[in-house]
């Protein structure tokens, strides 16, 4: 198991495939408010907050929730400015993290993460330090009962996906930034509905952890998706198959 998305395979394993409601829905208003303030609260001509939006409404979020979230960061109502900082570590092993956040307070975030960073066998690092080992890729997964394997290849490479995958019964579908909403659209027009969508950051290559180093990454990746000021984790970490079940079975 490595990269990406396979940490949500991760967190199926472990029974946490599922945030609460409250705490996913703190992070989604979080990122609809951002988006609004940045690129206007229309999501037909904002991208960032157009895709916000159908991440919302797949976790099934209430239209009002979505609307006030817009508003506040268009200005229409009062709200909390959040700033935009993106962490740059190491894990135990070795192993590269990009962590993403939304923070009314840096210094908050920073000593919290640094808490977990250091408890848990990595240490954060200067800005640079790691996000040269990631590329930015568009991620759309789609349950394989829902589409047939022809018409879901051909629609997503002649819009421009590059990589097609099979994982833990869905397929993901791995496009160039600029070609995601073109690739959204062939679905769509296929009838193939995405179980998600977002962009995502890939590593480029993995570094395999077995033992005390992979049980420790489990950990530190627990513990900084706990904080509140968290958005995203990214790692190029590599957990075989038998190791997750190992692991597991002392739980």
Same mark, same amino acid.
Request: hydrophobic share 40%; with cysteine.
């Given at each position: 198991?490595?990269?990406? =998305?396979?940490?949500?395979?991760?967190?199926?394993?472990?029974?946490?495939?599922?945030?609460?409601?409250?705490?996913?829905?703190?992070?989604?208003?979080?990122?609809?408010?951002?988006?609004?303030?940045?690129?206007?609260?229309?999501?037909?001509?904002?991208?960032?907050?157009? =895709?916000?939006?159908?991440?919302?409404?797949?976790?099934?979020?209430?239209?009002?929730?979505?609307?006030?979230?817009?508003?506040?960061?268009?200005?229409?109502?009062?709200? %909390? %400015?959040?700033?935009?900082?993106?962490?740059?570590?190491?894990?135990?092993?070795?192993?590269?993290?990009?962590?993403?956040?939304?923070?009314?307070?840096?210094?908050?975030?920073?000593?919290?993460?640094?808490?977990?960073?250091?408890?848990?066998?990595?240490?954060?690092?200067?800005?640079?330090?790691?996000?040269?080992?990631?590329?930015?890729?568009?991620?759309?997964? %789609?349950?394989?009962?829902?589409?047939?394997?022809?018409?879901?290849?051909?629609?997503?490479?002649?819009?421009?996906?590059?990589?097609?995958?099979?994982?833990?019964?869905?397929?993901?579908? *791995?496009?160039?930034?600029?070609?995601?909403?073109?690739?959204?659209?062939? *679905?769509?027009?296929?009838?193939?509905?995405?179980?998600?969508?977002?962009?995502?950051?890939?590593?480029?290559?993995?570094?395999?952890?077995?033992?005390?180093?992979?049980?420790?990454?489990?950990?530190?990746?627990?513990?900084?998706?706990?904080?509140?000021?968290?958005?995203? %984790?990214?790692?190029?970490?590599?957990?075989?198959?038998?190791?997750?079940?190992?692991?597991?079975?002392?739980?």
């Amino acid at each position: 198991m490595s990269g990406h =998305s396979k940490w949500a395979t991760i967190k199926r394993k472990k029974g946490k495939a599922d945030e609460a409601r409250g705490k996913l829905f703190t992070r989604l208003i979080k990122e609809i408010t951002v988006a609004a303030r940045h690129g206007g609260g229309n999501p037909e001509a904002n991208p960032r907050l157009r =895709s916000a939006v159908a991440t919302a409404k797949t976790a099934n979020m209430p239209a009002d929730n979505v609307e006030r979230a817009i508003k506040k960061g268009t200005g229409e109502l009062p709200g %909390v %400015v959040y700033e935009e900082v993106v962490y740059e570590g190491y894990g135990p092993g070795g192993v590269a993290m990009l962590v993403e956040t939304l923070t009314d307070n840096k210094n908050r975030t920073t000593a919290d993460l640094r808490y977990h960073f250091t408890r848990h066998g990595g240490h954060l690092g200067a800005v640079g330090c790691v996000s040269w080992m990631f590329d930015t890729r568009g991620l759309l997964t %789609v349950e394989k009962t829902k589409a047939v394997e022809d018409a879901l290849f051909t629609s997503a490479l002649e819009a421009g996906a590059v990589e097609i995958n099979e994982e833990d019964g869905a397929w993901e579908v *791995l496009t160039p930034p600029a070609k995601f909403e073109a690739v959204k659209a062939a *679905l769509l027009l296929a009838a193939i509905p995405a179980a998600s969508s977002a962009l995502t950051k890939v590593p480029q290559s993995t570094i395999r952890l077995m033992g005390r180093e992979a049980e420790q990454m489990l950990k530190l990746m627990d513990g900084i998706e706990e904080c509140d000021d968290v958005q995203n %984790v990214y790692a190029n970490f590599d957990i075989p198959e038998a190791e997750m079940e190992r692991i597991e079975s002392k739980e």
